[in-house]
């Protein structure tokens, strides 16, 4: 199990963008997300398949802590924080 604290998680629409995009990579079948605390636990200790996470998260808007967190990755946060609540309400 790995768990991995995360910029820019605000509220359950980037916790569902960030669910559905981290369950589509081999390896993750389930996902935990804490919004207060801005951690994501996935259950794998498979390196391979924590790296492809910690880069799916990145891509999405949502970098590790202490990664640059660029006003490009804030940008797509918002926006992946936009599309989950709509995918939600569904």
Do not use: F
């Not at 569902?16 to 801005?38: P, Q, R």
């Not at 999405?60 to 990664?67: E, F, K």
């Amino acid at each position: 199990m790995k768990t991995i604290q995360v910029e820019n998680l605000k509220c359950g629409g980037c916790a569902s963008t960030i669910k559905k995009g981290l369950i589509s990579l081999d390896g993750i079948e389930s996902v935990d997300i804490a919004i207060e605390s801005s951690e994501i636990t996935i259950p794998s200790e498979n390196e391979e398949v924590i790296a492809s996470a910690i880069k799916k998260l990145s891509s999405m808007g949502y970098p590790q802590v202490g990664d640059p967190n660029s006003v490009l990755k804030k940008a797509k946060s918002y926006v992946s924080c936009a599309v989950g609540k709509m995918n939600k309400e569904e």
